[in-house]
């Protein structure tokens, strides 16, 4: 089984930063794409942002210009940069990692997720 471990969560104030981290763990042959998820209560679950194994980047319009998604593809691992954080963005945010190979056999995986409060 494939281990995605998160940190970097936290409270912060309105327009301070957090960097959330994830690192996937196992005898991993590669990964396809990486990302971040959040939910909020009472809210869908939305993918905040995506970034492919050949590095390019997705995001949803909320937050562009404000987060940015980077990986290390030698160390499994998946970052998220938060910058100049709103109130809005208090959520529980996760990792995932999709098309992870494993002695040949394809999984998907998800990191138990971290809380961001954004507050004064």
């Known amino acids: 089984q494939v281990q995605l471990v998160e940190s970097g969560g936290g409270l912060v104030q309105p327009g301070g930063s957090l960097r959330l981290s994830c690192t996937a763990s196992g005898s991993i042959g590669r990964i396809n794409a990486m990302g971040w998820y959040r939910q909020a209560p009472g809210n869908q679950r939305e993918l905040v942002a995506r970034?492919?194994?050949?590095?390019?980047?997705n995001y949803v319009d909320s937050v562009k210009g404000r987060f940015t998604i980077s990986r290390d593809n030698a160390k499994n691992m998946v970052f998220l940069q938060m910058n100049s954080l709103k109130p809005e963005d208090t959520a529980v945010y996760s990792c995932?990692?999709?098309?992870?190979?494993?002695?040949?056999?394809?999984?998907?995986?998800w990191g138990q997720g971290t809380q961001v409060i954004v507050s004064s």
């Open positions: 995932y990692a999709d098309g992870i190979t494993v002695w040949g056999r394809t999984f998907n995986g």
């Open positions: 970034i492919s194994s050949g590095g390019s980047t």
